[in-house]
């Protein structure tokens, strides 16, 4: 996945202000403790990231 899409699957499920937000202060444990913004920099694959927002917000199957 392209780190676009990815940026465009956040602002589509949280809107653009808040999905900023979110993923510079919401800690996921699936990802070692880190937000989204300390994953990407650090390297993870932006799929295993976007899994991880997906479980975190409940998104159905249909929207992953």
């Known amino acids: 996945m392209r780190?676009?899409?990815?940026?465009?699957?956040m602002e589509h499920?949280?809107?653009a202000a808040y999905a900023?937000?979110?993923a510079r202060?919401?800690?996921l444990d699936s990802l070692g403790e880190r937000t989204v913004?300390?994953?990407l920099e650090a390297g993870?694959?932006?799929?295993?990231?976007?899994?991880?927002?997906?479980?975190a917000l409940r998104l159905p199957p249909s929207e992953r």
Not at 3 to 9: K, Q, S, V
């Open 3 to 9: 780190l676009t899409d990815f940026w465009e699957r």
């Open 13 to 15: 499920h949280l809107g």
């Open 20 to 22: 900023d937000s979110w």
């Open 25 to 27: 202060d919401y800690v």
């Open 37 to 39: 913004y300390q994953a």
């Open 44 to 55: 993870y694959d932006t799929k295993v990231v976007w899994r991880a927002v997906c479980e």
